[in-house]
């Protein structure tokens, strides 16, 4: 591995030991390494992680955002000699992250109960399907079905179409900030208690914790909210509107914005319409005042439509794709996205770290190592004392 800067941000004092794969997990743990941690990652010897392998074909690309900033070491966690690995590393962590089905740790004797008598500031960080506890606990869970759970799949999409995706893997992302902010809380608890304690963050119910007033509104109102493609119900005007080369949102739903709208479109009368007066009228009207606005775009630019509604102070907004991230004027000046350090792709461009702390930023160093278990002999050496010999031995084995 090459000479890389040191840690920087807010946690460089605290040491993640992350266990598990996929994204759920992961993605926590990139949470920590981009705000500074020592994050190490534990994978099975001549395997790794299977996101190593995800991605368009010879571009497997997802494992340089979620692996970055990570230290990695393999250390085969079905044997005893593997398992003793992670309790010593225990000893000098804040956090133990995993995502293994619920049940698995214990079954190697590193679950929770034990690992706090080992280090009873220990946080321990569990992201799953469905639980720790419950009817459904033992379940295999992958986001899509936590997402469905939740409540989010059934209201995206099309009306008179099968419930549709998000195009990313939302429920892991979302349960994986939970699992961090959960974990940052428990901090918190610690510096004044001296104790730890464990985090059980679902993917389930961190997508049902976004799903605004959906359960109350079927509660007292009988009212089920269904799919409604760009647009939401009663909210109007909002969506999204065809230009000559594009598209693009208006969202004008307030009454002193849908003003500036009409205004902006030529058409100031609708202000004062009673079908578009007032929020409730613009709602029960919707689709008749999106034909009316869809009508002024449909012979514009979308350059021509930003430029007209910014000017009237009415929100808009392109539809973003991956190229007009990499040459916005807005995403430059913010470094929204930052190039990043690989051995594999050169000039790769990542997110930068989120949220910005103006005293302590985080910062990523490299975009996680290619080589499966290269931090291995570091870590060992380092961490536990162990001697090359002794390293040499574990290889041997098959233990790391």
Same mark, same amino acid.
């Given at each position: 591995?090459?000479?890389?800067?040191?840690?920087?941000?807010?946690?460089?004092?605290? %040491?993640?030991?992350?266990?598990?794969?996929?994204?759920?997990?992961?993605?926590?743990?990139?949470?920590?390494?981009?705000?500074?941690?020592?994050?190490?990652?534990? *994978?099975?010897?001549?395997?790794?992680?299977?996101?190593?392998?995800?991605?368009?074909?010879?571009?497997?690309?997802?494992?340089?955002?979620?692996?970055?900033?990570? %230290?990695?070491?393999?250390?085969?966690?079905?044997?005893?000699?593997?398992?003793?690995? #992670?309790?010593?590393?225990?000893?000098?962590?804040?956090?133990?992250? *995993?995502?293994?089905?619920?049940?698995?740790?214990?079954?190697?004797?590193?679950?929770? $109960?034990?690992?706090?008598?080992?280090?009873?500031?220990?946080?321990?960080?569990?992201?799953?399907?469905?639980?720790?506890?419950?009817?459904?606990?033992?379940?295999?869970?992958?986001?899509?079905?936590?997402?469905?759970?939740?409540?989010?799949?059934?209201?995206?999409?099309?009306?008179?179409?099968?419930? /549709?995706?998000?195009?990313?893997?939302?429920? $892991?992302?979302?349960?994986?900030?939970? !699992?961090?902010?959960?974990?940052?809380?428990?901090?918190?608890?610690? *510096?004044?208690?001296? $104790?730890?304690?464990?985090?059980?963050?679902?993917?389930?119910?961190?997508?049902?914790?976004?799903?605004?007033?959906?359960?109350?509104?079927?509660?007292?109102?009988?009212?089920? %909210?269904?799919?409604?493609?760009?647009?939401?119900?009663?909210?109007?005007?909002?969506?999204?509107?065809?230009?000559?080369?594009?598209?693009?949102?208006?969202?004008?739903?307030?009454?002193?914005?849908? !003003?500036?709208?009409?205004?902006?479109?030529?058409? @100031?009368?609708?202000?004062?319409?009673?079908?578009?007066?007032?929020?409730? !009228?613009?709602?029960?009207?919707?689709?008749?005042?999106?034909?009316?606005?869809?009508?002024?775009?449909?012979?514009?630019?979308? $350059?021509?439509?930003?430029?007209?509604?910014?000017?009237?102070?009415?929100?808009?907004?392109? #539809?973003?794709?991956?190229?007009?991230?990499?040459?916005?004027?807005?995403?430059?000046?913010?470094? /929204?996205?930052?190039?990043?350090? /690989?051995?594999?792709?050169?000039?790769?461009?990542?997110?930068?770290?989120?949220?910005?702390? /103006?005293?302590?930023?985080?910062?990523?160093?490299?975009?996680? @190592?290619?080589?499966?278990?290269?931090?291995?002999?570091?870590?060992?050496?380092?961490?536990?004392?162990?001697?090359?010999?002794?390293?040499?031995?574990?290889?041997?084995?098959?233990?790391?």
């Amino acid at each position: 591995m090459p000479d890389l800067p040191p840690r920087t941000g807010p946690l460089t004092d605290l %040491r993640v030991i992350e266990l598990g794969q996929l994204i759920a997990g992961p993605f926590c743990g990139q949470i920590f390494a981009d705000m500074g941690a020592d994050v190490i990652k534990i *994978e099975p010897p001549g395997q790794g992680d299977p996101l190593r392998e995800w991605g368009r074909e010879g571009f497997p690309l997802w494992w340089s955002v979620v692996a970055r900033g990570k %230290r990695c070491i393999t250390a085969n966690l079905r044997e005893t000699e593997g398992q003793d690995i #992670v309790r010593r590393l225990v000893r000098e962590a804040d956090f133990l992250l *995993e995502n293994f089905r619920p049940g698995t740790l214990e079954k190697w004797g590193l679950g929770y $109960d034990a690992l706090k008598k080992i280090n009873p500031r220990l946080i321990m960080i569990r992201v799953s399907g469905y639980g720790q506890t419950g009817p459904y606990a033992t379940r295999a869970g992958y986001a899509s079905v936590g997402e469905a759970m939740g409540g989010l799949r059934y209201v995206m999409g099309e009306a008179d179409r099968v419930p /549709s995706r998000a195009g990313i893997s939302l429920g $892991d992302s979302l349960a994986g900030l939970y !699992a961090a902010l959960g974990a940052l809380a428990a901090l918190h608890h610690r *510096e004044k208690t001296g $104790d730890g304690q464990m985090i059980d963050a679902t993917i389930y119910e961190s997508v049902l914790s976004v799903m605004e007033a959906l359960v109350p509104e079927y509660q007292f109102e009988g009212y089920t %909210r269904e799919r409604s493609g760009s647009l939401l119900p009663n909210i109007a005007p909002s969506n999204i509107y065809t230009g000559t080369d594009g598209m693009v949102i208006i969202a004008a739903n307030q009454d002193t914005v849908f !003003a500036r709208l009409c205004e902006a479109i030529g058409q @100031p009368a609708l202000k004062d319409d009673p079908a578009y007066k007032t929020h409730v !009228a613009r709602g029960r009207n919707q689709k008749a005042l999106d034909d009316l606005i869809s009508l002024w775009t449909a012979t514009r630019t979308i $350059d021509d439509i930003e430029r007209t509604m910014i000017d009237s102070g009415v929100p808009v907004g392109k #539809v973003y794709r991956a190229a007009d991230m990499l040459t916005d004027p807005h995403y430059a000046a913010r470094a /929204s996205l930052t190039p990043v350090p /690989s051995e594999k792709w050169p000039g790769l461009m990542q997110q930068n770290v989120f949220p910005k702390l /103006s005293a302590t930023p985080g910062h990523i160093r490299w975009a996680g @190592p290619a080589e499966l278990g290269a931090h291995t002999e570091e870590v060992l050496t380092e961490l536990l004392d162990l001697t090359p010999e002794q390293i040499a031995k574990l290889r041997a084995s098959g233990i790391v």
